[in-house]
């Protein structure tokens, strides 16, 4: 028997910029959603809350398609599902599709409508090397490859949770800028959006692997200098750049706060930082929306 619930449409008002999540248990689902608001550039967690009800549920929201299932004997609780809301999605009412499969081989379908708000982002101009504008011809072919590798390496999804409770900063001591989805303008030519965070720090500060997982990438590449790609699993990387010195290699598995790299300035880059990303399957989030998220 198949059944569609159509709950009333939910809003929820942010105030603003928030930093803690608020968790939601919508009434038509077994589930739980933590977010800090609903607005593009956000992280969403969802997890099971009754896992002898169920015996898997599979969420969808605009592509992007998660599972969860109970918790396998002897593991603390059910893995985690990801889904973000990508930084250049427009304000609408997205539909977050669930199906709930029950023990009895029963099936319910539930659709939870969820309004992304609009987010006004920041705007600069910067000044940089003219060759990181216009790279010499030379190049092009070099960068080509490295945007392929970089989307091959992002796109493999690996199906366990490699993380360990909740996500920290890469470098925890020193304060991040809010410069998450600012539209920039380099050398007053070329428009770019910043997909992450920016992070000062004296040249040689060690980097901290955000949380646990492998390194998927660990390489020089000519936009963002020497870089380290960490798979957490479920779809989840995080991508650190414009390093002195990397300290570890591609299949490594790292511990969360392990020492990554060395902070510089290699790549398109101003001065001694760091530059942190995040994507949720292809959605490009704040990380710091990731941090705040109530994993254990
Ligand atoms: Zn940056």
Redesign the pocket.
């Known amino acids: 028997m198949i059944s569609w619930v159509l709950p009333l449409l939910f809003l929820i008002s942010t105030g603003g910029q928030v930093n803690a999540a608020k968790t939601i248990e919508p009434a038509e689902a077994p589930i739980s959603l933590s977010f800090r608001s609903l607005q593009p550039g956000e992280a969403i967690l969802a997890r099971l809350r009754d896992d002898a009800s169920v015996k898997r549920v599979v969420l969808s929201l605009g592509g992007q398609v998660r599972v969860l299932e109970p918790a396998a004997e002897n593991f603390p609780g059910s893995p985690p599902a990801l889904l973000g809301i990508d930084l250049g999605m427009k304000p609408q009412v997205l539909h977050l599709k669930i199906k709930i499969e029950r023990p009895d081989g029963k099936k319910e379908f539930v659709e939870l409508p969820l309004s992304i708000e609009t987010k006004k982002f920041p705007s600069t101009r910067l000044d940089v090397a003219p060759a990181m504008t216009n790279p010499p011809a030379k190049e092009m072919e070099t960068i080509r490859r490295e945007a392929e590798l970089v989307s091959e390496v992002l796109s493999l999804v690996s199906p366990d949770w490699l993380a360990e409770g909740p996500f920290q900063s890469p470098l925890p001591a020193y304060e991040p800028f809010p410069?998450f989805g600012q539209q920039r303008i380099y050398n007053k030519t070329v428009a770019s959006v910043?997909s992450?965070?920016?992070i000062s720090a004296p040249r040689g500060t060690k980097a901290a692997a955000p949380n646990a997982g492998r390194i998927v990438l660990a390489a020089r590449l000519y936009f963002s200098g020497y870089t380290v790609i960490i798979d957490h699993g479920r779809g989840v990387f995080t991508y650190c750049c414009?390093f002195d010195e990397l300290l570890v290699k591609r299949g490594d598995r790292v511990r969360k706060g392990q020492a990554i790299a060395k902070v510089g300035s290699t790549g398109r880059s101003t001065g001694p930082?760091l530059?942190w990303s995040v994507l949720i399957l292809s959605a490009r989030v704040d990380p710091f929306s990731l941090v705040a998220l109530p994993l254990i």
């Open positions: 410069n910043h992450g965070v920016d414009h930082h530059h």
